[in-house]
Structure formats: structure tokens, C-alpha cells
């Protein structure tokens, strides 16, 4: 069977905006622009907080509604500019979990006018066979911006420099984590159901440590939590064919509920919830295999007392690299998913026991 | 510089290991009674010190904030006569070998006044595991030896004694001081000069003056002093790697050049160049530092509590950290304070706004 | 008690999934509890007294949850790869028997062993439940599992799985039991998520706001052949903890603690453990900070499937329990 996804041609215009605007942890302010910009005529307020985190609620009209916050993390893993060597090159560290084999050979943005660079490697004639099995380790990594004045300086972020593009039934570029939760997001609110208030947080830092979300929550303190997020696909095959046990996720099986990740045990009646509803609308979904990892929940939960939580993400391949790949079927079956349970939501869905 | 060495010495005559401030919290009690409004103590031991504002209510407030513990040792056995331990804080087992303490015993006959002398030794080889060689011993293989016959040792020292480091502070060449937990009584001074240079100058916001407990075990001080104070901005003043024979790379700082404003994920953008412009019209020498992702200050956690607080770190630099032989420049203790005493004067009520994140 | 500490350690509640412990607990305590809820993250929080003279708000908690697995993939014959929730000791695992929430039990199997020198990490070993292919399996993904092992009892010392920390909450409900009278309110918090990052106590001690916070739970012993050195042992009393892995516990509720010891004659111990913590590490963050500290129960072979505590540590750390919080405490 096969089923076409239909993206309008507003929504990809909006995921690549999303997608090539620049947002390292710490300096999202781009990134924060392009969804005010988006979701302005369907709020009445916003608040930008002490760390810049986005904050929208969006009310509802039932009584004895629940308080639910959905967020969706704006920044990407990249680079800061760390010292100035001098005739454009410069010295910068990574921000957020950037694998250093990844980096050699690989074209760069640079700053908020954002200038291109590159980050180099010496020439193969030049090295040798032994050197060449030693991964180059990033203190002797540098920047390059070309010769000349440029008005670059150490604290200046960097970002991968990739175009986003649709390819078949697919999407690819860079930040597809979390970017494409954040369009999930946007799509909440601009179809925000009456049964409950929608919490919405675009939040900063999750990269480093789910920093925003933990002040988001304290603002907001409600009484359930959902992060959409990214979570890698490791769908690729094995090199001796043997069974792939670790993939984590399957590109193209829908939407990946969490169990466990490192940092938070979803509560069982979110997990059951949204299992339900999947199953009720016909929405393919799948379990994110339990292990490591972690998603803005993680600090959201303890929050305040706290606050039963569950994470659902879009499945990518290649996250945290210059470009990732994820369906467009699994997008837009995750919006889907969301907009369904959060209609299902009733006030007394807390009164069943944690179990 | 005839101010700070007297203030230092007092400040480093009692120990102040993490966990275990008060001795040194008393002493800065005293110190910084006749400079404020109003002082009390948090519920874990950090010390608040009041200096209110001249603008109406509701007044907004700056947390300015040094952590008062440093790190040390702790007892934890006695094996024929000689004392177990391990560290309180991270220490480098390096440079513990032949080092001097002073050890803070609860035994029966210790008396809490005088401390008992002691040595940290490294057995000789043979007494020691084959596979360690000639390599680095681990803290786990070495004793303080405190002189007393084996029998004796128990009517002093018990589990859990404090062990803190006895090398005096020396002044050195080019107004520098060498000692022990300059990590953080630097940081502590440059606010005490802060202090005693806002008496004459009136300002409109409401200062909290906090010396901080058990940063060197988890920010513990920062996290509830900022969820008890709820201030509008905070400023953490803690000490960063200066250049030095080992220590020379981008991420250092020369002695003697000023204090490093930091800059990355863990500041608020607008706070830090609201300071970097003034210290820049002040033509105060500073250096801006890059970090990547924590500050390793109280700022890492002040930033995150409760709705969030703007947070900004300030590093004074020391060369050899987290050894008994920190050096620092006094001349830097000095511009610190003075730094932070003119930002105190530029906070009018609307500075808030103008360096809010929103559009 | 030592039924009470069987029927505690033969449930199966690893982190996340405490339902069947929370019900054996609230079972125990509820007739002797003023108050009875139980929080978000699925905390048991037992209220008994109001703050009366000289009172105070005080947060005790032991957790209720256990190191466990999570079945991660079911292969094409139907073994399970899991993972571990909490802190596993890979060479504990092996041959080892699990018993899964849902019901069934299973044996944790290994690849083949290349290297005897080496211990095979988690992700070469397995569950096998006599499944065949992942149709006829009754394990899903995200099902857990705790370790399977009878409660045995040596006269003075009794050995268990989930010791850690079912016996801090037996401590902890024989003292509510024979609670006689006190001043303060008192808080028995049952607390979830401990073994994964003090998570459930987080959100509790923020619920609660104490004034003063004990955790009560196990601490590791230096009296096995060529063990870590640590000066606590089996059988010398309860510890009394001044330092671990997470925290300095604050020094006037050690002072109290070591106080109330001497003057009721109870045996006592100083504990420093260099590696682990407790839930009072994030109890005493709460708020504006809380006074905190940890009543420890000496105990061997932490985290493997039979841990060992001594009997007479335990009555006297009941007794030392009941002592702390019947009376006025001035720190």
C-alpha cells in the first residue's frame, strides 16, 4: 500500500526557514523570530523569558481544564568561535554533542550575517597512512572564513552550512532536530483544541542540558507535559547483515512514543494514551527503543512537584551531522498523533493512579 | 593594596572547607555587618547581606554572588595510627604529597580552637601496590601522619574530621599573594571591596551581597540563596585559569591583566555587554572568556532557577587552581570590585527592559 | 519484621513502575497515617502529625524502587536485548532470573564468551523467557523487569534483592508503627525514581517543602575480603552519614543525629561512602535549601541480587529512627 503525504507548499517553505535558520544553544534569537513571525495572528500574547525561551499559551473554553504543555526544543547543535588566529582562521568549540569525525571537509556558516567558512583538513598528499586511521581531534580543527577583515569574534556562533530539500518521501538538511518539532508546535497552536489550555514552550538549551525547559515548566507548572523532539533512526544495515538490535527508531513507522531514555520514565497513562489514540485514528506509531538519550522531559518532570510527562519524536537519520533525512510521512503523522490526544484529554485523566 | 593582604589573611585563618563554611562565614559576618542594611543567614549556611536600594517599591534586585567554601580533605579511617582520607571538592592527588594541614578533630580531647598539625605522606614503594610503580599515587594509598603514637590518634580524630590545607599566604612579586582557597576568598574580597566602595555612592536597586556554600559540591549555595532571593539579575564573581607553566592555551588569562568577563550559553547576552561596555568606558583591563557551555560557576545554577534569572560570571584569574599555591594579582581583586561597584551605580529601574530578550 | 522485609522485597517494582510496592507500603502505613496521597511522579508521601512546640516540617524518605531491566528489542527468535534501569552490575547478570511486571520470568543469558578476563557488558547479554519469535513472545518492548531472588534469613543477618532500599522502607514503617508521640509533622515519603537519579524525590521534597530532610537507605560496608576501605561494618550499628558520592550532609544534622545516639545508648557508625548518594542530595536543594541528612543501614554486595544486611543494625536504626523524630530537634 502505498500512501502520498502531501506537505502544502506553505508548510515546506516554513520547515525550510526552520530548517536554515541559525540557533545554537544559547543564542536562538533567529530561530525565535521565524516562529513569532509564523504563529503572530493566532496569539494574543507571548512571552520571551530570562533565558529566551518562547512562551505562548493558547486557552481553551472546558471546564475544568487541564493545564497541558507541549514543547519543542529551538536550538541546534553547532559551534562557537573561541579564538582568532588570525588571516580568517579561527579556533571554535562545539556546542551540544558533535561527533569530531564529522567534521572534516565540511562548509560552515558563520555569525548573524552569516558568512561562509569552512572547516578544512590537511591534504591526503601531505599525511600519512598511520595519520590518516587517527580521527583529527578538535583542538587542532579550525574555521576558515578566507583572508582579509571580516567582522567575526571569539563568542560568534557557527551553524552547518546545508539547504534543505524535499526528496521523494523525504526531507533533508540540517537541525531536522528540533526543528521539525518545532513545526509540529506551530501546528498545535494554529489548530489549538477547546478541552484543554496548550502550554506551548519553544525552548532553549535542550542540547546542553534541557536548560530552558526546566524554567519553562516552573513558569508554566502544568499539570501534564508532552516534548516532541527528534530521535535518531539507526535503521541503516549491519556490516556483517547481521539482525540490526539497536536501531532505535525505523524511518517511515510513524511517530516514536517514549518508554525510557535516560532521562525520564514516561508516565504510563501518557504512553497508554497516546498508544490508544493511534490506534483509534489508524496512525502508524512505533516504541523508541529504551536506552540512552534524553529530550526537554527530562527536566520538565521533576519540575514543580512533579509533572507526569512523555516524549514523542520524529524519527531522523544522521542527527547532529551537517544533514539529516527524515520522512515526510512520519511528520506529518506525528502532528497527527498530537492534535488527537491532546483532543482526548479530559479533566479527569489524573484521577487513574500512576501505573 | 594594604586593605586586601589583612582581609585575605583573616578570611584564610579559618578553614571554610565545602560543607563545613562557618568558621569563615563567622568571620565574614563581622566583616560585612557595618557595610550593609541587613545580614542573616540561609537555611544551609550561605550568608545574605543586605544593602538596600534608594527607588521606590518594588524594588528590583542584584544578587551578587562568591562562593565562600573551598575545597579540602575529610578523614575517613584511622589504620594504626594513621589518618585515611579522601577529598572534599576536586583535588589533584599530585600535589598532596609532603603538603601541610591542619586537621580539625572532634575526638574526645581535641579542642575545636587548635587545630592538630599534620603531614600528607606517600608510603615508600615497597608498601605500596606493585602496578603503581613510580607513577602518580592515588589518593586512596596516601595517610596524614600527625605525629602522635597509634593509641593516641582516636582521642583526637574521628570519621569525618575536616582536614584543611596550613600553607600561610605569601606575597609575592608584582603585588601577587600565593596561598591556599584564593578559589574563592578572591572572589569573596573583590565583593567586600564592592561593598565598602557603594557606602558613599547611592543606588537604586537592592544589592544582595551572598557568600555562597558548597559550590565545589554541586552549587548547592547558589541554587537556594537564588530561589530564596528571587533577585532580578544575578552576578557570580568566581576565579578562572590564568596563564602559566602548564597552562598556556586560548582559554587562559594572563595575571595581572583584569578580571574575564564570560560569554557563552550559561550568560545572559544583554547582562554581559552591559558590563563589557562599561568596563570598556571605565578603561578597566579585562578579557572576554569564552564558554562553551557551563561557566563551572554559581552562575550555572543561578541561571536556572525557578523562571529563570539573567546571569552574568566575572573571573578573577588565578594560575595552579585547586592547589594550596593559587596565585593571584591583588591589583585584579581591586579592579573586580571597582567593576562591579560602577555597575551597581548603572542600574537604573528600566534596565530590565532594555536588556530583555523579547521583541 | 523480618515478614514485613520479605513481603518489601519479594515485590517487583523496578524504577518507574512502583504500583505493586506502593500498594504493599500503603497497605502497612495506612493505619497509622493522618494523611495518605500520593504525589505526580507516583511518590507515596504519609503524613503523620502537625507542627506542634518546638516542632518541625520533616521530610524522611526511603525509596521504593529497585534497580531492573527494559526490554529494548525483541530478536527474530525470540530473546529480549535489554537494558538496565539503575545503576546494574554487569558481572551480577549472567544466569541471573528476572521477573518481569507483567508476570513472566525469564533467565538472563550471554553471547558466547571471548575473553574470560572480561565481563560481557549489557548489550551481549539477553533474556531468554522461552519465547521462539517475537509472535509468540508475552515480553514487549518498554515491559521490566527486576531481578529474582527469595528473601533468606541467616538469624543475625537476613539477604534479599532490592535491600536497597526496601529495608530503609521497612525502617521506616516499623517506625511510623510504633511511633508513640512528637511534635513534628512528620512525612514518611515513599519516593520513586531514585535508583535513576533521585528523580521522584525532586518532585516530593518540592511538594513538601521540609524544614529538615533524612533519607534513610543503604550504605556500602569495608569489612569483606580485599573491599574499597570504608570503616563501616555489618553489625557495628547504624551509620550515620557525614559524606558520600552526592552530598556533605550538613553538619548540625550529623551533630544531632550523633547526639541522640550517645544519649539513647544506641550503637552508631560514621559514614563517609565514596561512591553513590542518596535522595537527600536533591532534598537539600528544595527551595530555599533544607538541613540534610541520611540514616544508613550498613549493607553488603549493593546492587547485586543478594544483599546483606545485619539484623541488629536494623532494629537499631529503628530505634534510633523513633529517637530523632520524637522529640523537639534543635540544630
Not at chain 1, 571569539?154 to 539547504?163: C, E, I, M, S
Not at chain 2, 604529597?97 to 591542619?102: F, K, N, S, T, Y
Not at chain 2, 572576554?288 to 561557566?295: A, D, H, L, R, V
Not at chain 3, 516499623?174 to 535513576?196: D, G, H, I
Request: charged content about 20%; overall charge negative.
Amino acid at each position: 500500500m502505498v500512501k502520498t503525504f502531501y506537505l502544502t507548499k506553505k508548510q515546506t517553505t516554513l520547515l525550510e526557514k526552520l530548517s536554515q535558520a541559525m540557533g545554537i544553544s544559547g543564542n536562538e534569537g533567529e530561530v525565535r523570530s521565524v516562529i513569532l513571525e509564523e504563529i503572530r495572528p493566532y496569539i494574543s500574547d507571548h512571552q520571551v523569558d530570562a533565558l529566551g525561551n518562547l512562551l505562548v499559551t493558547r486557552q481553551g473554553s472546558a471546564n475544568n481544564r487541564l493545564k497541558v504543555m507541549v514543547a519543542a526544543h529551538m536550538d541546534e547543535v553547532g559551534f562557537m568561535i573561541a579564538a582568532d588566529d588570525g588571516e580568517g582562521i579561527f579556533r571554535f568549540e562545539s556546542v551540544g554533542g558533535i561527533d569530531v569525525r564529522q567534521l572534516p571537509g565540511k562548509s560552515v556558516l558563520v555569525g548573524k550575517d552569516h558568512l561562509p567558512g569552512v572547516i578544512g583538513a590537511r591534504p591526503i598528499h601531505l599525511t600519512t597512512a598511520s595519520e590518516r586511521q587517527n580521527k583529527i581531534p578538535l583542538e587542532k580543527l579550525r574555521i576558515d572564513v578566507g583572508p582579509g577583515k571580516n567582522p567575526i569574534k571569539p563568542g560568534d556562533q557557527a551553524v552547518f552550512n546545508t539547504n534543505f530539500r524535499r526528496v521523494g518521501p523525504s526531507l533533508i538538511g540540517k537541525a531536522l532536530d528540533d526543528r521539525l518539532g518545532v513545526a509540529v508546535l506551530i501546528e498545535l497552536i494554529k489548530d489549538a483544541p477547546e478541552n484543554i489550555d496548550l502550554q506551548a514552550a519553544f525552548t532553549v538549551q535542550e542540547e546542553i542540558g534541557s536548560r530552558g525547559a526546566r524554567v519553562a515548566a516552573f513558569s508554566f507548572k502544568p499539570d501534564l507535559a508532552f516534548v516532541v523532539d527528534s530521535t535518531p533512526a539507526n535503521d541503516l544495515p549491519s556490516w556483517d547483515d547481521a539482525e540490526n538490535v539497536t536501531y532505535n527508531t525505523h524511518l517511515g513507522e510513524g511517530p516514536a512514543i517514549y518508554v525510557a531514555d535516560g532521562a525520564t520514565l514516561s508516565d504510563p497513562r501518557l504512553i497508554r494514551l497516546l498508544k490508544q489514540t493511534a490506534e483509534k485514528e489508524s496512525i502508524p506509531f512505533q516504541l523508541r527503543q529504551p536506552g540512552g538519550g534524553g529530550t526537554d522531559a527530562g527536566t520538565i518532570h521533576k519540575q514543580a512537584g512533579g509533572i507526569p510527562s512523555v516524549s514523542v519524536s520524529i524519527p531522523g537519520r544522521y542527527s547532529h551531522t551537517a544533514a539529516g533525512v527524515a520522512r515526510v510521512s512520519d511528520y506529518v503523522n506525528t502532528v497527527a498523533l498530537l492534535k488527537a490526544t491532546l483532543r482526548s484529554i479530559q479533566p479527569e485523566f489524573l484521577a487513574q493512579e500512576r501505573k | 593594596m594594604v586593605e586586601i593582604i589583612p582581609l585575605l589573611k583573616q578570611l584564610l585563618s579559618a578553614s571554610g572547607v565545602a560543607g563545613y563554611e562557618t568558621p569563615v562565614a563567622d568571620i565574614l559576618q563581622n566583616v560585612w555587618k557595618p557595610l550593609v542594611d541587613e545580614i542573616s543567614v540561609s537555611k544551609v549556611g550561605s550568608l545574605h547581606g543586605l544593602k538596600r536600594g534608594n527607588s521606590s517599591e518594588p524594588r528590583p534586585s542584584l544578587m551578587l554572588a562568591t562562593h565562600m567554601d573551598a575545597i579540602g580533605l575529610i578523614v575517613k579511617g584511622i589504620h594504626k595510627g594513621f589518618v585515611r582520607f579522601t577529598d572534599v571538592g576536586g583535588v589533584d592527588p599530585r600535589v598532596l604529597p609532603g603538603q601541610q594541614v591542619w586537621l580539625h578533630g572532634s575526638g574526645p580531647a581535641a579542642d575545636p580552637g587548635n587545630p592538630l598539625p599534620g603531614l600528607v605522606v606517600k608510603p615508600s614503594a615497597p608498601l605500596l601496590p606493585e602496578e603503581l610503580g613510580d607513577q602518580v599515587i592515588p589518593i586512596e594509598n596516601l595517610f596524614i601522619d600527625i605525629g602522635l603514637a597509634p593509641g593516641q590518634v582516636a582521642k583526637f580524630i574521628q570519621v569525618g574530621d575536616i582536614v584543611s590545607f596550613a600553607q600561610e599566604p605569601m606575597e609575592m612579586n608584582g603585588e601577587t599573594v600565593a596561598g591556599h582557597s584564593i578559589d574563592n576568598r578572591a572572589a569573596v574580597i573583590a565583593l567586600t571591596m564592592c561593598l565598602q566602595e557603594i557606602q558613599t555612592r547611592s543606588h537604586s536597586w537592592d544589592i544582595w551581597a551572598t557568600a555562597t556554600v558548597k559550590e565545589e559540591q554541586g552549587y548547592i549555595g547558589a541554587y537556594t540563596s537564588a530561589f530564596q532571593l528571587r533577585p532580578s539579575l544575578a552576578v557570580v564573581i568566581d576565579t578562572t585559569w590564568a596563564k602559566g607553566p602548564g597552562s598556556d592555551d586560548w582559554n587562559t588569562f594572563p595575571v595581572g591583566k583584569g578580571p574575564t568577563l564570560m560569554w557563552g550559553p550559561n550568560i545572559h547576552p544583554n547582562l554581559h555587554k552591559s558590563i563589557k561596555e562599561l568596563a570598556e568606558k571605565l578603561e578597566i583591563p579585562h578579557a572576554i572568556e569564552i564558554t562553551g557551555q557551563s561557566t563551572g560557576t554559581d552562575a550555572f545554577a543561578t541561571q536556572i532557577v525557578a523562571e529563570g534569572i539573567p546571569s552574568m560570571a566575572i573571573g578573577i584569574p588565578i594560575r595552579y587552581m585547586h592547589t594550596p599555591v593559587e596565585v593571584v594579582s591583588l591589583k585584579d581583586i581591586q579592579r573586580t570590585g571597582r567593576l562591579l561597584a560602577e555597575f551597581i551605580q548603572t542600574l537604573t529601574t528600566d534596565f530590565m527592559s532594555k536588556i530583555s530578550l523579547g521583541s | 519484621m523480618k515478614s514485613l522485609i520479605q513481603k518489601l522485597t519479594e515485590t517487583f517494582s523496578p524504577s518507574g513502575y512502583e504500583q505493586e510496592i506502593r500498594e504493599v507500603v500503603r497497605a502497612e502505613v495506612e493505619p497509622f497515617a493522618d494523611e495518605v496521597r500520593i504525589d505526580p511522579l507516583g511518590s507515596l508521601i504519609v503524613r503523620k502529625g502537625k507542627v506542634g512546640k518546638n516542632g518541625k516540617r520533616i521530610m524522611l524518605a526511603g525509596h521504593m524502587d529497585e534497580i531492573g531491566l527494559i526490554a529494548s528489542h525483541i530478536d527474530e527468535n525470540g530473546f529480549i536485548r535489554f537494558s538496565g534501569i539503575g545503576g546494574l552490575v554487569a558481572h551480577t547478570l549472567l544466569g541471573g532470573r528476572v521477573h518481569f511486571v507483567n508476570g513472566v520470568s525469564g533467565v538472563i543469558g550471554g553471547e558466547r564468551i571471548m575473553d574470560v578476563g572480561k565481563t560481557l557488558p549489557v548489550t551481549q547479554l539477553f533474556i531468554d523467557v522461552g519465547a521462539s519469535s517475537p509472535k509468540d513472545c508475552p515480553v514487549k518492548i518498554g515491559d521490566v523487569a527486576s531481578f529474582d531472588r527469595p528473601f533468606f534469613d541467616m538469624g543475625h543477618r537476613m539477604v534479599a534483592k532490592s535491600m536497597d532500599d526496601r529495608i530503609g522502607c521497612a525502617v521506616m514503617i516499623e517506625s511510623l508503627r510504633s511511633l508513640k508521640s512528637s511534635p513534628n509533622e512528620l512525612y514518611f515519603t515513599f519516593t520513586t525514581q531514585e535508583e535513576v537519579g533521585l528523580r521522584g524525590a525532586v518532585a516530593s521534597a518540592f511538594g513538601i517543602d521540609p524544614e529538615l530532610g533524612l533519607s534513610l537507605d543503604v550504605t556500602g560496608t569495608g569489612d569483606t575480603p580485599k573491599s574499597r576501605k570504608m570503616d563501616v561494618k555489618l553489625g557495628d550499628g547504624p551509620a550515620i552519614k557525614i559524606k558520600d558520592g552526592g552530598m556533605l550532609s550538613d553538619p548540625r544534622v550529623v551533630q544531632w543525629m550523633i547526639n541522640t545516639a550517645e544519649k539513647e545508648k544506641i550503637p552508631y557508625q560514621r559514614e563517609i561512602l565514596e561512591a553513590g548518594t542518596t535522595d537527600a542530595t536533591v532534598i537539600q536543594l528544595t527551595h530555599a535549601g533544607v538541613p540534610a541528612g541520611c540514616l544508613s543501614i550498613p549493607c553488603r554486595y549493593v546492587h547485586s541480587p543478594s544483599e546483606m544486611v545485619d539484623t541488629n543494625d536494623v532494629e537499631n536504626a529503628i530505634k534510633l529512627l523513633i529517637a530523632l523524630i520524637s522529640a523537639p530537634i534543635r540544630l
